[in-house]
Each structure stands twice: as structure tokens, then as C-alpha cells.
């Protein structure tokens, strides 16, 4: 028997990006085990349409009801409306941590006058994650996990899979006929990547910008390395979507890429951007990687297993919460 009449996801109208990818794949996955679930966009009021890359899913638009026997389940940038469910039950789905706390890793001080602004707006709690222990609340990370327990928290794991479309047999053409390339975001610690850029001029770096879906593909299939200096503000997908078309992966130690549940790859792969020798071991590792890739292409294989893994283990999360 279903615990929930209706279950309603929040989700940016308009917006495509990893959040709401998350929140509509949730819909459908919910829909897929037999349960009324819909999806519901922000501003309410507004008209939307599900974007193009999500009309795959099954994903139907409801109607916002905060009536009893309803679970309206909200990212965790919206936790003012969240306190403001009266009748159905509410949930948090914590896809970000970071971006709840406004924090980017690098200066404290700056991280608490954000956090504070969004108070004065009406976003956030003045008391933070403590005014919230009363709602339901899933997390999407380990990272977010360990954070609300030391609050007393205790949340109900959904860690949602990267898009199904690089899940598929043939997406990896394997370690052969690479190229010389290190791919990277340039929006994901952009500092810390042009630093690296200046200092390393003879390494071919390629931001990933302007790529449709099937040209990122391709370029993520032909380049030997994917690096990402950023917070890792939860289980990020570029890293795993780089993994599967066969790169190799390099990252800071920052937020969810700290620990090995959420990036479960070799410590080796993971540098302390903070370190004195941190420009020095990246140009080692990187020079290494480049020249021994298949040595290196290998080192990969048990994470890219347990990615093929995730939806399956999604949906049994799902399964055992809601069912």
C-alpha cells in the first residue's frame, strides 16, 4: 500500500540542468512503481511546459494541493516554502548541500554574508538546517548524509543515476585512439583551473561549453582526462559521465569528492588543491595519465561498474521508502 495519495516534485520551470533532471527522473521513476506522482514548477502560478530533453519521462504536471495524504517534496534551495506546508507532509530532497549553505570553500566569512542575504530575503532560516528536523528529508549524497546527522538529522538515501543515455553499451569506445586532451567545466573551480591552464601551456585543456548532448558525447569520448577542481556540492554527474565515455578522472578533495561513497575512485586521483605542491603533483599525475592511459584507463573500471548499477539501486531506494 502507497504511503502518499499524491507525491508532488518541485522543480524550476524552464530549467535544465542537473537539479531538475534529478527531480523529474525522480517523477518518473515513482510513476514507473505505481505511484501518483507529478511534477510541479516554480514559480507556481506560471505556465510551464516539461523541457524537451525531459519529455522522455513520464513525467505529468500537477497542481500544487497541500492537502493531507500529500508529500510535496522540495529542493533544498526552497526550504521556506518547505516550513510553510500546513496539511501534507513535506520533504527535502538534498541534491546540493553546499548551495543550501551558500558555501563555495573558499573564504568562510563571504559563505556566512550569503548565507545571511538569503535570510534577509526570506529564503533561509535564520537558524539553518535546525528549523528543518521536522520535515521528511531524502539527501542524494553521503556528503549531505554526514552534515544532518551531526544535526540531528537522520535522512533516507536516494542517490539518483547519471542520464540513462550514457548508460548505454557502446558510449565507451574504450582506451584506444585517445586523445592528448583534458577536458574540464568551466563554471566548477574556475580559479583553481586557470591556474593550472597558465602553468601547464604544452597540456591541450578544452572547456565544456556550448556542446549539445551529443557533442559533449563525443568529445568526452575522444579525450583522455576530465578534471574537476570544484566544491562538489553533492554527487555530481559530470565526473561519472566523463568516467563511463571512458576518461580518466581527476579531482580536489572539496565537499562530496572527499569521501569514497560518494566519488569511489583511487586516492591517487584525488588532489589536495590547497597543498603547496599542489601545481606540481597535478603536472606528475597528468603527464603519467597521458602517457601510460591504458594503465591508468583501467584504474577506472570498478567505478564505472558501480555507475552502470545506479539506476537499479535507485529504484530499490525508492521501492523500499515508498512501498
Known amino acids: 500500500m502507497a504511503k502518499f495519495k499524491k507525491i508532488l516534485v518541485l522543480s524550476p520551470g524552464n530549467a535544465v540542468t542537473g ?17 501518483n506522482a507529478y511534477i510541479v514548477y516554480l514559480p507556481l502560478g506560471t505556465d510551464f511546459h516539461v523541457p524537451q530533453p525531459y519529455e522522455k519521462f513520464n513525467t505529468p504536471i500537477g ?7 500529500n508529500l510535496i517534496v522540495f529542493p533544498e534551495v526552497n526550504p521556506a ?3 510553510s506546508v500546513k496539511h501534507a507532509k513535506a520533504a527535502i530532497w538534498w541534491l546540493s548541500l553546499d548551495n543550501f549553505l551558500e558555501r563555495r570553500h573558499v573564504n568562510p566569512l563571504r559563505d556566512k554574508i550569503r548565507y545571511l542575504k538569503r535570510v534577509i ?3 533561509r532560516p535564520l537558524t539553518g538546517v535546525k528549523a528543518l528536523r521536522h520535515l521528511i528529508h531524502f539527501l542524494q549524497s553521503d556528503y549531505s548524509g554526514k552534515y544532518l546527522e551531526s544535526k540531528g538529522i537522520q535522512a533516507v538515501p536516494f542517490y539518483e543515476p547519471i542520464n540513462d543515455q550514457f548508460l548505454v553499451d557502446g558510449i565507451n569506445p574504450g582506451p584506444d585512439n585517445r586523445v592528448d586532451e583534458i577536458l574540464y567545466n568551466p563554471v ?3 580559479k583553481i583551473t586557470d591556474s593550472l591552464i597558465k602553468a601547464f601551456p604544452e597540456f591541450k585543456f578544452t572547456a565544456l561549453k556550448g556542446f549539445n548532448r551529443a557533442q559533449l558525447s563525443e568529445k568526452l569520448s575522444t579525450a ?3 578534471i574537476d577542481f570544484g566544491h562538489h556540492p553533492g554527487r555530481d554527474r559530470m565526473p561519472r559521465e566523463a568516467a563511463m565515455h571512458g576518461c580518466c578522472v581527476i579531482t580536489g578533495r572539496l565537499g562530496a569528492a572527499q569521501n ?3 566519488l569511489p575512485i583511487q586516492p591517487q586521483y584525488k588532489l589536495d588543491s590547497y597543498a603547496n605542491d599542489f601545481v606540481a ?3 606528475v599525475l597528468v603527464k603519467d595519465v597521458l602517457g601510460n592511459f591504458p594503465q591508468h584507463y583501467s584504474a577506472f573500471g570498478e567505478y564505472r561498474d558501480l555507475i552502470k548499477n545506479e539506476p537499479q539501486r535507485f529504484k530499490e531506494q525508492l521501492k523500499n521508502y515508498f512501498m
Open 19 to 35: 537539479g531538475p533532471e534529478a527531480m523529474h527522473y525522480l517523477v518518473h521513476v515513482l510513476r514507473d512503481l505505481g505511484l
Open 63 to 69: 497542481q500544487y494541493e497541500d492537502k493531507e495524504g
Open 81 to 83: 516554502m518547505a516550513l
Open 121 to 123: 530575503k526570506g529564503q
Open 188 to 190: 566548477k573551480g574556475k
Open 224 to 226: 583522455k582526462l576530465y
Open 260 to 262: 569514497d561513497i560518494d
Open 281 to 283: 603533483q597535478f603536472g
